[in-house]
């Protein structure tokens, strides 16, 4: 079992930028890695997963060209870039372990990003 750190989140203005780290309690680089957001009264949704080695990232419509997930493995931390924040990209923000991006079984607690415009 991982456990799993957020860090990064806070308060910025529209057109701003953030990186969010998601820190794991061990070797990760067995998993591949997502980032999640939920936005009050909607559903958690995907927003990047990464493979196991780094070289295959998927991204949502939503934030593509925008965010850029990455990963360092001698750290046992993935990153999320985040830039050009927009007012709807205001959510908590989680980090996911798992042996797929589509099948990721550990979670951390969430990191709050909220984008004033």
């Known amino acids: 079992q991982v456990q799993l750190v957020e860090s990064g989140g806070g308060l910025v203005q529209a057109g701003g930028s953030l990186r969010l780290s998601c820190t794991a309690s061990?070797?990760?680089?067995?998993?591949?890695m997502g980032w999640f957001r939920q936005a009050p009264g909607k559903e958690r949704e995907f927003v990047a997963g990464?493979?196991?080695?780094?070289?295959?990232?998927r991204y949502a419509d939503g934030v593509k060209g925008r965010f850029t997930i990455s990963r360092d493995n001698t750290k046992n931390t993935v990153y999320l870039q985040m830039n050009s924040l927009k007012p709807e990209d205001t959510a908590v923000y989680y980090c996911?372990?798992?042996?797929?991006?589509?099948?990721?079984?550990?979670w951390g607690q969430g990191t709050q990003v909220t984008v004033s415009s």
């Open positions: 061990r070797s990760f680089s067995s998993y591949a």
């Open positions: 990464i493979n196991k080695s780094g070289n295959i990232r």
């Open positions: 996911a372990a798992g042996a797929s991006t589509s099948e990721l079984d550990y």
